[in-house]
């Protein structure tokens, strides 16, 4: 079962000393040398890292492990200052972040001006390796920085080393944050109902822009990441409550997945962080432009130059793959993974695509923008400029590397002694949202010419049968024997569903705001595209998956009729949802964010078998 909260449990201790980089001065009251507490990943036999940020490169960052007594005696000078004392120190490996950047769009007290483009933030990562945890009781630990030769504590919180593999585990399941409304919301009423959790499974989009530095770290808007996972904004709801997020992180490692908004698109030649987003561009377009200009660019043929053009003119994960330490053994890196919780298997894909408007054009002549179905009328002739539809950042085709690897991974001895299988991934192949259409797959560029034989449009098509997730990922999980449930995000609802086979999946992330559901008792149809499009490729309302959603357990919401509603979607209400492994329930709660005395209310159970 849950655990009962300890509320403001180790935040009695700390200096916190104000030191803001010129240029982006104070971005809350909550502004310190610090731009992070500190963070778990990776836990492993009696070890486990911890993970901070600053503004500045600072003079020597340590981990400090011992009594809480001990830890709070420390005052406001370096430890290494202070022998004798029965605390252990763990230095920390830092580096300059590659990316991080602000741009007159950035929620920052002094922003650069439009004209001053993309203007690069200094962000320094530290992380030490935590050595001899005690395997019962963990230990007690804060960071400390020296910067400018003064000593920066944050506060005194509690890590633990791995779950043993039959350990249950407290897990929240979350996604789609994007530094949305209800999100502070959320997560403080999530670390409150379920006390001490385990860890937090994140299935995407965990900021809007990911090479901004302020959504991670210190927006003005108080819906940072990191604030809102670590019990540090300041939030100010509609309703009139001050919401500070969930102190989740400092004490429960996270796994999360890369969601469309961890992918940074094209950056040469933008003026604007958002524009980049926007822009992304096939890796393999990039590759075949390259060769167009490389004796140009890099006349001595040098392979990080080439690798660098590419990806400044395609997409790019780094700052996600820079801000986390995931596990990194598969064909990709930290881009999909495998790891146990507990008794819990993960299984994170990389499952996403660029999010294009469904905007339509039928006469190439009139078309002015980019979306998912066409070309602008003006781009016809530079790849780079084109947006070559909403197309998937990496295959999980048959025969692609993701999918061997999920196919092995599906049949590996780890996999086999858990308890419980748990495939993470952004978008999934189940779904009653906006965001399930069109189908996952490559799109197939059609090329529109006139009757001099002149090129004078490109569109897209996405046909049924091209759909990866159903066509080529659903049959490896349902076939498999062992995936207990499938945890998506992307749409902005919760829904969830079972197969024949028992495998559940399910989708929770109404956090912050919802994108809608498009089912007959919603009154909802997505878009479809006019002719010349195949309107029988496009599904208007219901899953394109085929299972039929799943009315909630306990408290399902009612139309005007009194009918059960199988889904939740709202701007007003939030919804979060955790496993809990030991028992195998699932756990869905919803709270109303309209009124400031509400508390949620469990409306789903389930229990995975």
């Given at each position: 079962m849950?655990?009962?909260?300890t509320i403001?449990a180790?935040?009695v201790?700390?200096?916190?000393?104000?030191?803001?980089?010129?240029g982006?001065?104070g971005?809350?009251?909550?502004?310190?040398?610090?731009?992070?507490?500190p963070?778990?990943?990776?836990?492993?036999h009696?070890?486990?890292?911890?993970?901070?940020?600053t503004?500045?490169?600072g003079?020597?960052?340590?981990?400090?492990?011992?009594?809480?007594?001990e830890?709070?005696?420390?005052?406001?000078?370096?430890?290494t200052?202070r022998?004798?004392?029965?605390?252990?120190?763990?230095a920390?490996?830092?580096?300059?972040?590659?990316?991080?950047?602000?741009?007159?769009?950035?929620a920052i007290?002094?922003k650069?001006?439009?004209?001053d483009?993309?203007?690069e933030r200094?962000?320094?990562?530290h992380?030490?390796r935590?050595?001899?945890?005690?395997?019962?009781?963990?230990s007690?630990?804060?960071?400390?920085?020296?910067?400018?030769?003064e000593a920066?504590?944050?506060?005194?919180y509690h890590l633990?080393?791995?779950?043993?593999?039959?350990e249950?585990?407290?897990?929240?399941?979350?996604?789609?944050?994007?530094?949305k409304?209800n999100?502070?919301a959320?997560?403080?009423?999530a670390s409150?109902l379920?006390?001490?959790?385990?860890?937090v499974?994140?299935?995407?989009?965990?900021?809007?822009?990911?090479?901004?530095a302020?959504?991670?770290?210190?927006a003005?808007?108080?819906k940072?990441f990191?604030p809102?996972?670590?019990g540090?904004?300041?939030?100010s709801?509609?309703?009139?409550?001050?919401?500070?997020?969930g102190?989740?992180?400092?004490?429960?490692?996270?796994?999360p997945?890369i969601?469309?908004?961890?992918?940074q698109g094209?950056?040469?030649?933008?003026?604007?962080?958002?524009?980049?987003?926007n822009?992304?561009v096939?890796?393999?377009?990039?590759e075949q432009v390259y060769?167009?200009?490389?004796?140009d660019?890099?006349?001595?043929?040098?392979?990080?130059?080439?690798?660098?053009?590419?990806?400044?003119?395609s997409?790019?994960?780094?700052?996600?793959?820079e801000?986390?330490?995931?596990?990194?053994?598969?064909?990709?890196?930290?881009?999909?993974y495998?790891?146990?919780?507990?008794?819990?298997?993960?299984?994170?894909?990389?499952s996403?695509?660029?999010?294009?408007?469904?905007?339509?054009q039928v006469?190439?002549?009139?078309?002015?923008?980019?979306?998912?179905?066409?070309e602008?009328a003006?781009?016809?002739?530079?790849?780079?400029?084109?947006?070559?539809?909403s197309?998937?950042f990496?295959?999980l085709?048959?025969d692609s590397?993701q999918?061997?690897?999920l196919?092995?991974e599906l049949?590996s001895?780890?996999?086999?002694?858990?308890?419980?299988?748990?495939v993470?991934m952004?978008?999934?192949?189940?779904?009653?949202?906006?965001?399930?259409m069109?189908h996952?797959?490559?799109?197939?560029?059609?090329?529109?010419?006139?009757?001099?034989g002149?090129?004078i449009?490109?569109?897209y098509?996405?046909?049924?049968?091209?759909?990866?997730?159903?066509t080529?990922v659903s049959?490896?999980?349902?076939?498999?024997?062992?995936?207990?449930?499938?945890?998506?995000?992307h749409s902005?609802?919760?829904?969830?569903?079972?197969s024949?086979?028992g495998?559940?999946?399910?989708?929770?992330?109404?956090?912050g705001?919802?994108?809608g559901?498009?089912h007959?008792?919603?009154?909802?149809?997505?878009?479809?595209?006019?002719?010349?499009w195949?309107a029988d490729?496009?599904?208007a309302?219901?899953?394109p998956?085929?299972?039929e959603a799943?009315?909630?357990?306990?408290?399902p919401?009612?139309n005007d009729?009194?009918?059960?509603?199988?889904f939740?979607?709202?701007?007003?209400?939030?919804?979060?949802?955790?496993i809990?492994?030991?028992?195998?329930?699932?756990?869905?709660?919803?709270?109303?964010t309209?009124d400031?005395?509400?508390?949620?209310?469990v409306?789903?159970v389930?229990?995975?078998?």
């Amino acid at each position: 079962m849950f655990k009962s909260a300890t509320i403001g449990a180790g935040l009695v201790a700390g200096t916190l000393v104000t030191a803001a980089l010129p240029g982006f001065a104070g971005a809350s009251d909550h502004d310190t040398a610090l731009l992070t507490q500190p963070f778990l990943q990776m836990p492993g036999h009696r070890e486990v890292s911890v993970v901070w940020f600053t503004e500045q490169a600072g003079e020597a960052h340590y981990v400090i492990t011992g009594s809480r007594a001990e830890l709070e005696r420390l005052g406001d000078t370096m430890p290494t200052d202070r022998p004798g004392r029965s605390i252990e120190l763990h230095a920390a490996d830092s580096f300059r972040m590659s990316r991080t950047a602000e741009d007159a769009s950035s929620a920052i007290a002094e922003k650069p001006a439009p004209s001053d483009g993309i203007v690069e933030r200094p962000v320094y990562r530290h992380e030490a390796r935590v050595t001899g945890v005690h395997p019962q009781h963990g230990s007690d630990y804060r960071v400390v920085s020296l910067v400018d030769g003064e000593a920066v504590y944050s506060p005194i919180y509690h890590l633990d080393d791995e779950l043993g593999r039959n350990e249950g585990a407290t897990i929240l399941l979350t996604s789609d944050h994007q530094q949305k409304n209800n999100t502070p919301a959320n997560l403080q009423w999530a670390s409150t109902l379920l006390g001490d959790i385990d860890a937090v499974f994140f299935a995407g989009d965990l900021v809007n822009v990911p090479d901004r530095a302020s959504e991670w770290f210190d927006a003005t808007n108080e819906k940072a990441f990191f604030p809102g996972l670590q019990g540090t904004a300041q939030y100010s709801a509609s309703n009139g409550n001050v919401y500070t997020g969930g102190e989740i992180l400092q004490n429960a490692p996270i796994y999360p997945a890369i969601g469309n908004h961890e992918v940074q698109g094209r950056i040469d030649g933008m003026t604007s962080l958002n524009a980049s987003f926007n822009s992304p561009v096939p890796r393999d377009v990039a590759e075949q432009v390259y060769e167009t200009v490389a004796a140009d660019v890099n006349p001595t043929g040098d392979p990080a130059i080439r690798e660098q053009w590419i990806e400044d003119n395609s997409w790019s994960t780094t700052t996600y793959e820079e801000i986390f330490t995931l596990p990194a053994d598969g064909p990709a890196g930290e881009q999909y993974y495998a790891t146990d919780v507990g008794n819990v298997r993960l299984i994170t894909l990389f499952s996403t695509r660029i999010w294009r408007s469904p905007s339509v054009q039928v006469d190439p002549s009139t078309r002015t923008g980019t979306t998912r179905y066409q070309e602008a009328a003006a781009n016809l002739d530079d790849p780079l400029a084109q947006g070559h539809g909403s197309f998937p950042f990496v295959s999980l085709a048959v025969d692609s590397a993701q999918y061997d690897w999920l196919r092995d991974e599906l049949s590996s001895r780890e996999t086999a002694q858990a308890d419980y299988v748990v495939v993470m991934m952004h978008e999934g192949p189940q779904g009653l949202g906006d965001n399930v259409m069109p189908h996952f797959g490559e799109p197939q560029q059609v090329e529109e010419y006139d009757e001099a034989g002149n090129l004078i449009g490109i569109r897209y098509d996405y046909p049924a049968d091209g759909n990866m997730l159903l066509t080529d990922v659903s049959p490896l999980l349902e076939n498999s024997g062992v995936v207990d449930l499938v945890h998506n995000g992307h749409s902005h609802l919760w829904n969830r569903f079972e197969s024949e086979n028992g495998v559940n999946y399910i989708e929770t992330s109404n956090v912050g705001n919802s994108y809608g559901a498009y089912h007959e008792l919603s009154g909802r149809s997505r878009p479809v595209p006019p002719a010349p499009w195949n309107a029988d490729d496009y599904v208007a309302q219901g899953n394109p998956g085929g299972l039929e959603a799943i009315v909630p357990s306990i408290a399902p919401d009612t139309n005007d009729a009194g009918v059960a509603l199988p889904f939740v979607f709202s701007n007003d209400r939030t919804a979060f949802t955790a496993i809990d492994s030991e028992t195998g329930e699932v756990t869905s709660w919803v709270l109303d964010t309209t009124d400031p005395n509400a508390e949620p209310y469990v409306f789903d159970v389930f229990t995975l078998d």
